[in-house]
Structures are given as structure tokens and as C-alpha cells.
């Protein structure tokens, strides 16, 4: 799964296309994907266009994924602040890496085709205490067969690469 740009109203916490229209589809994650996920939080400015919010003022962060909201639980992912590329904070972007490839993702999704789940993101001060909180609905998918497995051998006697070529050149017959 690639990487995917987000943006979210600075203001409200609502989930935003790259023209600052309110968006309905969910962004989703699959079992087993690493994608980078660039929140940008964002206002709409006097010409009607998205501008990112400065967000420096946070010197650390983090993000998780879950289906709950228990304490007692790890998330089925969780991206701390060492991990996470902050070098875009004044023009309202964060980096966020995300491994789906953890047991916590698997047991939540095994056998679904889709988990609704939620999206966490927090910035703290210098004081550990959260200055920017933002939360979005997400999908997490499942996967047919996410472990690959080896594919299946090439049965001797087959169609060669030379038999396609001669099929492809060959005239059109038509009955």
C-alpha cells in the first residue's frame, strides 16, 4: 500500500480532500502494509485555499491505530516519536509511519474483509501533556492471502513463450 496524503481541519478534526472538501470515504490500511501517512492539519485561508497549520509548538509525537479505546490493550499499531518525520511541523505536515504487520492488526482483522478502526495522533508539549489531539474514523482491511506463500510450478509441457509469440503474430481466422 503506498503512502497517502491526509488532511484534516485544523479546527475541527474533520477529515478533508486535498481541496479542503469535506471527505466521506474512510482512509484505510491492509494487513501487513508499511505505508508513510502525511497528515497535514490545515485551515482554509482568505482565498479559499488550504494552508498548513505551524506545529512547531509540539515537540513530540505519537499516533496509534485500534478498534477500542481500552487502556488494558496495545493498539493494533503505534508509532512513537522517534519514528516519526517531523520536518515539514511549520507548514502543518506529519510523517507518519505505520507497520500493519503486527499481531495486534492480525488477530483484529483475521477473517474480515474490513475493521472499522480509528485513527490517533497526538502532539505533546515540553511538559508530556497533548497540545494537538486528532482522531479519524479509518478501515482496516484484511488480506485473501497475506502470507503469499509460493507460487505454484510450471507444468512441463506447456505453452512456451515462442508458442504466445507465434499465436499473437498469427492471422486472424474468422468462421
Not at 507460487?151 to 503474430?169: E, F, H, K, M
Request: net charge negative; aromatic share 10%; with cysteine.
Amino acid at each position: 500500500m503506498t503512502n497517502k496524503e491526509v488532511f484534516i481541519s485544523f479546527n475541527d478534526g474533520t477529515l478533508l480532500d486535498s481541496n479542503g472538501a469535506l471527505l466521506l470515504q474512510r482512509p484505510s490500511i491492509s494487513y501487513k502494509a508499511y505505508p508513510t501517512w502525511n497528515v497535514h492539519l490545515v485551515e482554509v485561508n482568505e482565498s479559499g485555499f488550504l494552508q498548513g497549520v505551524d506545529l512547531t509548538e509540539a515537540v513530540s509525537w505519537s499516533a496509534a491505530i485500534d478498534t477500542d479505546f481500552l487502556q488494558s490493550t496495545e493498539p493494533m499499531v503505534r508509532t512513537l516519536d522517534t519514528d516519526i518525520d517531523k520536518s515539514a511541523l511549520a507548514s502543518g505536515i506529519v510523517g507518519i509511519p505505520l507497520d500493519a504487520a503486527t499481531c495486534g492488526f492480525f488477530n483484529k482483522v483475521d477473517g474480515k474483509d474490513v475493521v472499522r478502526a480509528w485513527f490517533e495522533m497526538r502532539g505533546l508539549d515540553s511538559t508530556d501533556r497533548p497540545i494537538y489531539v486528532y482522531r479519524i474514523g479509518i478501515d482496516c482491511l484484511g488480506a485473501v492471502d497475506a502470507n503469499g506463500g509460493d507460487p505454484l510450478p510450471v507444468v512441463s509441457g506447456g505453452v512456451t513463450i515462442n508458442d504466445v509469440y507465434a499465436l499473437l503474430r498469427a492471422e486472424q481466422e474468422f468462421q
